[in-house]
């Protein structure tokens, strides 16, 4: 017997586009910065009935399923570009610290297009 080495190992779970998707009632907006050592890296604001999240990692768990963000060598846009980082760190402070977030995540895409500026996703 081949003891299973002809068997395909695949990712089970949802894939998502690192710039905007929308999906299983989840929202990722993704960027990139320049940290403090000057390396460029990405981030991905990741919204949920639950809050807002900062992943930094292209994979992530939720409520029992996997996520994986497809990047594929695609340049995001910068986040200083579209939203000054202590104004994006304040509202997601704001927005979690609130007892109920009653807001669909249409109405949380808005106040987030609000919030930065310049942005064009659509």
Known sequence: MN???N???YFKGEFLHPSLDVK???LIL???FICEDLKEKEFFIITTNEGIRIYQDNYFDLEKKKYFIETKGRLLVRIEE????EELNNFINDYNSTKVKTLTLKELFQKIKEK??????F
């Open 82 to 85: 579209k939203w000054d980082l």
């Open 3 to 5: 003891g299973g080495r």
């Open 116 to 121: 930065s500026r310049k942005i064009t996703f």
């Open 30 to 32: 993704g960027f990139r």
């Open 7 to 9: 068997k395909i190992k």
């Open 24 to 26: 299983d009632n989840l």
